[in-house]
């Protein structure tokens, strides 16, 4: 995010920008720490607050709870994050390629991966 233009963003920071930004819907605390698998509530509020005082995310009340939306830095940011990501990581792969396939294989398989952990997790603390 310091290439893209956003300095001082800590880890947690910039996953909840970009989730926040994530297909231009506002989102629910609860909704972004069950996402990024935070059970800290605290955490992500602490992010929000700060990506609000940088002027990159806004907060909107709706009934009891509040909504989080990007503002159009916050989408400017994330928009400059893709495109330098993208020149600097995945320029080296062709649209098409064997290796692009071999990563997208790999990210389904870690995906499996992940959910296999999460759930005998769950079914360790019941034991």
Do not use: W
């Amino acid at each position: 995010m310091g290439a893209a233009g956003v300095r001082d963003l800590t880890f947690l920071d910039v996953l909840v920008l970009h989730h926040v930004n994530h297909r231009g819907r506002p989102k629910r605390l609860a909704d972004i720490c069950f996402v990024l698998n935070v059970e800290d509530t605290h955490l992500v509020t602490y992010a929000l607050k700060k990506l609000q005082g940088l002027g990159l995310v806004s907060g909107e009340r709706v009934g009891k709870e509040a909504t989080y939306s990007t503002t159009p830095a916050g989408a400017e940011a994330c928009a400059r994050y893709r495109e330098i990501r993208e020149q600097c990581l995945t320029s080296n792969f062709t649209e098409g390629s064997e290796e692009n396939a071999e990563i997208g294989e790999l990210a389904r398989l870690m995906r499996v991966l992940t959910g296999l952990y999460e759930q005998a997790a769950r079914s360790a603390t019941s034991l």
